[in-house]
Structures are given as structure tokens and as C-alpha cells.
């Protein structure tokens, strides 16, 4: 069975960065892509960031504004997210998240991604 299990998440203040972890158990990792979703109190779960099974394309979130970097650690069966330049508007629970498919070669939208940890929150202080 598949697990997800994120870390890194906190307090920060504005301008501030984290950096997440997500480790993965339960199958081969190199052959998953893998992403990080947030969800805000109110809002619909968002993309903050997604890479592909093979590390070469990167996807981002339209409000990450190249403050955010993911990459993947396939010895250590874990992905990142180095987070920067944090907003309070960044508040929210980040999830990482990964398709049941290998080789998934999809869109990066949650509902395409079966595999869930159970979040981590961020919480953004001004």
C-alpha cells in the first residue's frame, strides 16, 4: 500500500521560506510523478507544484511566481518543495500527492492523483 508522508511545515513569517518533505513507501518511487497540492480554509485544493516520473518537466502554480522549486530524490524515495519569499496568503494545508498510474504522463489536477499524504500545514504570518 502506498504512503505519503510530508514534513516540514510550521509557523513562518512573511518573506520567510520552508522547505517540505515528502517521503514515499509502498512501490517504486522512480516510476511516479509526484506533486504538491495546498488548501486553504474555504478554497478548492490548488497545484503548487508537480514533476514528472522521469525529473525532466516541472509544473507550477500560476500564484508560485518562481518562488518555489520542486525536485525529487529517487535514492531517497522523496520529493521536495523548497518553498521562498513565503505570503501570508500561502496559509494553508500542503498535501503531497501521487498518480496510482506509473509513467503518468496526465494533467496535474487533483483529481486525477489517487494517492494522498496527509498534509502538512503552513501557516503564513504579516
Known amino acids: 500500500q502506498v504512503q505519503l508522508v510530508e514534513s516540514g511545515g510550521g509557523f513562518v513569517q512573511a518573506g520567510g521560506s520552508l522547505r517540505l518533505s515528502c517521503v514515499a513507501s509502498g512501490r517504486t518511487f522512480d516510476y511516479h510523478a509526484m506533486a504538491w497540492f495546498r488548501q486553504a480554509v474555504g478554497k478548492e485544493r490548488e497545484l503548487v507544484a508537480g514533476i514528472t516520473w522521469s525529473g525532466d518537466s516541472k509544473f507550477y502554480g500560476d500564484f508560485v511566481k518562481g518562488r518555489f522549486t520542486i525536485a525529487r530524490d529517487n535514492a531517497k524515495n522523496t520529493v521536495f518543495l523548497q518553498m521562498t519569499n513565503l505570503e501570508p496568503d500561502y496559509t494553508a494545508v500542503y498535501y503531497c500527492?501521487?498518480?496510482?498510474?506509473?509513467?503518468?504522463?496526465?494533467?496535474?489536477?487533483?483529481?486525477?492523483?489517487?494517492?494522498w499524504g496527509e498534509g502538512t500545514q503552513i501557516t503564513v504570518s504579516a
Open positions: 500527492a501521487s498518480p496510482e498510474d506509473s509513467f503518468y504522463s496526465g494533467s496535474y489536477q487533483a483529481s486525477h492523483f489517487a494517492c
